[in-house]
């Protein structure tokens, strides 16, 4: 199937010309067909002479609709641009032209209507002049007559010969519905319909109800009016809804692929060439269905980041258009990332201004890879991008350039730290990660590489020994000096602390392996151990603690823990819980 709109001036006939070309009534309201005015969205279908399938989004032309006009165009890949050739190009032309140029569609045909009526070859050549510059410059055209049927035919056969040059849609694409009409049948429950523009969708999906995150259920489906079990874009599409209430259900709202679309507020947004770039504070923003009102920051001269009343499901490379209610002046705009850096610092807005001026249109997930710096791998998809990168730690992709100056940014935090730290040089991990503003340790675990190591959840360089401070190697001479001729009387805690040796200190000084710290408050010199393996020697084998004691001349609070230490040591090895012997005996 292939789907185009209609679109120009109010009272041009276009509700007229899509009757004449499927024999179909477009205007769904009675009030519209009394009035002779289309007021909302209507449809209409046809096979064509090639078979194919073809179905009509008719849009009202008047000013005051022209929010449906915009929300019938916006998911359709190709338009009829219709103009009266009794009045020629007229205002509604021109904004409808702008909404089409600023989506970027480019595949088309000018229709001058009322052949009979006026001179179509001048009103063809005036709509001509009128599409110079635009994304319908140089489409086809085609005079008719509705009422006469002059032309028809002809353009029945541009048609066809339209829809078969299109590009084909992905059918793998994720799905993407916005809704444009919501009603409920007798026994059925909600329907909703929406023009699909790639995807598929089959009977039993689970899809998500946007921007309320609601899980839905295809229940049953129809397309153009006939039902199906599986549809593929491009198609006009009913579906039969299950878990959804009618007024939970709008135009606007979205049907897309779980997980596979980004759902958010705030956007960063290039200008597109040709549009205009006056952008109001705020504004209306118009995807798809969907309008919405934003509030505009400009950035760039061609950028700007927007900040939506709501949120909606959006990817990398959208287009979308800002229209300002008072002036009617519309803009369209590239999407460039749907998940773009906060701006609460100074100077943030001029950076991010910079950093993403030089971007193509749409930009690459290298673009967004290198802006982000890393990223899950199941994080790209939602973004409308495919993973790229180096990958790191399995799930990780990172920007390789950015990768190379963490790395080389880490060496220099670890030397930082042991200058900063010489009593505990080495580098925790934790802290690591958040110096350097990474959202897991375990690519701080993937940055470590030799010479570098971890051990017990701390970074170790080479050269990370810990070196005391000169007041507290002082203490430790103090310490010597005063025990060298008896080292095993470990002083009391209080002389400890005159000698510059209160708990903290001599931890640190233990840790460079300066003193023996056996237990709180019991610090001998080093001269200690190999003295009391000397003198353990000579006693007769094996000794109590209470032998060792009397030996060494100390007290039982420094002979226990002493005695332990040279278990640990190798020295000493226990015989039975009373005793013990030199290990070299």
Not at 165 to 178: E, F, G, K, M
Not at 267 to 296: I, N, Q, Y
Not at 569 to 581: L, M, P, Y
């Amino acid at each position: 199937m292939h789907v185009v709109a209609t679109a120009g001036h109010v009272d041009h006939g276009k509700s007229t010309l899509v009757r004449a070309l499927t024999g179909m009534e477009p205007d769904r309201w009675a009030e519209e067909r009394r009035r002779g005015l289309t007021i909302d969205l209507g449809f209409a279908w046809r096979t064509m002479p090639s078979g194919r399938s073809l179905a009509f989004v008719d849009v009202p032309g008047h000013e005051r609709f022209v929010t449906n006009m915009m929300a019938g165009i916006g998911p359709v890949p190709a338009v009829l641009m219709v103009v009266a050739a009794d009045e020629g190009w007229m205002p509604q032309s021109a904004e409808h032209l702008a909404v089409i140029d600023a989506l970027g569609v480019r595949h088309g045909l000018l229709v001058v209507t009322r052949s009979d009526r006026g001179d179509a070859e001048l009103a063809i050549e005036e709509a001509r002049l009128e599409l110079v510059g635009t994304s319908l410059d140089g489409v086809p055209a085609v005079a008719v007559s509705s009422i006469t049927g002059d032309g028809v035919d002809d353009l029945v056969t541009a048609l066809d010969d339209l829809v078969g040059a299109l590009p084909a849609p992905d059918d793998a694409a994720p799905v993407r519905l916005w809704i444009d009409r919501v009603f409920t049948v007798k026994g059925m429950g909600t329907v909703v319909t929406g023009t699909l523009p790639s995807g598929t969708v089959n009977v039993g999906d689970e899809l998500q109800l946007s921007p309320s995150g609601r899980v839905v259920k295809v229940r049953g489906m129809e397309s153009l009016k006939r039902k199906t079990e599986r549809v593929t874009g491009v198609a006009r599409v009913a579906l039969n809804l299950k878990g959804v209430d009618l007024a939970d259900c709008g135009r606007g709202m979205a049907l897309v692929s779980p997980g596979r679309w980004t759902v958010t507020d705030t956007l960063d947004v290039r200008l597109r060439a040709g549009t205009s770039d006056l952008l109001p504070r705020e504004s209306l923003l118009h995807v798809g269905s969907a309008s919405v009102s934003v509030r505009v920051r400009r950035l760039g001269e061609t950028t700007a980041r927007l900040v939506l009343d709501h949120p909606l499901p959006l990817h990398v490379g959208d287009r979308v258009i800002l229209r300002d209610p008072g002036s009617r002046r519309v803009t369209g705009l590239t999407v460039l990332d749907v998940r773009p850096p906060s701006l609460r610092r100074r100077g943030a807005a001029a950076r991010v201004a910079d950093e993403i001026a030089d971007w193509p249109d749409p930009p690459t997930a290298h673009h967004l890879l290198a802006r982000h710096r890393y990223l899950r791998e199941d994080e790209f998809d939602p973004l409308g991008l495919t993973a790229v990168g180096r990958k790191v730690d399995g799930d990780w992709r990172v920007d390789p350039a950015w990768w190379v100056s963490q790395s080389q940014g880490l060496g220099a935090l670890t030397k930082d730290y042991a200058l900063r730290n010489p009593l505990v040089p080495t580098l925790p991990v934790e802290v690591a990660r958040q110096l350097l503003g990474l959202p897991h340790r375990r690519l701080v675990e993937a940055l470590v590489r030799p010479p570098l190591r971890i051990e017990a959840g701390r970074i170790h360089r080479p050269a990370d020994r810990p070196r005391l401070p000169e007041a507290i190697t002082a203490a430790v001479r103090r310490l010597e000096r005063e025990l060298e001729t008896t080292p095993f009387q470990a002083p009391e805690a209080v002389r400890l602390a005159q000698l510059g040796l209160d708990s903290r200190a001599a931890i640190a000084a233990a840790k460079v392996g300066a003193v023996l710290r056996l237990a709180e408050g019991v610090v001998l010199p080093l001269i200690a151990e190999p003295r009391a393996v000397e003198i353990l020697e000579e006693l007769p084998q094996p000794f109590t603690a209470s032998e060792a004691r009397s030996a060494l001349g100390t007290s039982r609070r420094v002979v226990i823990p002493l005695l332990e230490y040279l278990d640990e040591r190798g020295h000493t090895v226990r015989v039975d819980n009373a005793s013990r012997r030199v290990r070299s005996r």
